[in-house]
């Protein structure tokens, strides 16, 4: 029943108020049936005259930044060591380096 409802507001020249309004239920209760209709969560069947807006999926692009892996996301450079660090290296991981290299000074 949901479902022919929402496909009668498909029809050319019917509004979702006129078919909520013959069946005696609030407009916004019908419109949330055609949310879940579009998002494909409601069966519509087909109803002669009705104009569905066709579905068109697309591959989401893959950007560079997602596929490459960084080098180093942190430097410290102490005397003569470099101490590299990966990107998921916490703040307080570098603090506690940082204060290390200073009591070795």
Do not use: C
Not at 12 to 35: D, I, Q
Not at 48 to 76: C, N, Y
Request: hydrophobic share 40%.
């Amino acid at each position: 029943m949901k479902g022919q409802l929402v496909a009668e507001t498909y029809v050319p020249g019917v509004t979702v108020n006129e078919v909520a309004r013959r069946v005696g239920m609030k407009p916004n209760h019908l419109s949330s049936w055609r949310r879940l209709a579009r998002e494909g969560k409601l069966v519509v069947p087909d109803l002669p005259g009705a104009k569905f807006v066709p579905a068109v999926l697309e591959p989401t692009p893959t950007s560079v930044e997602e596929d490459a892996k960084p080098l180093a996301a942190v430097e410290i450079i102490h005397g003569g060591t470099t101490i590299r660090l990966d990107a998921s290296a916490s703040p307080d991981r570098i603090a506690g380096i940082v204060r290390a290299l200073e009591r070795g000074s």
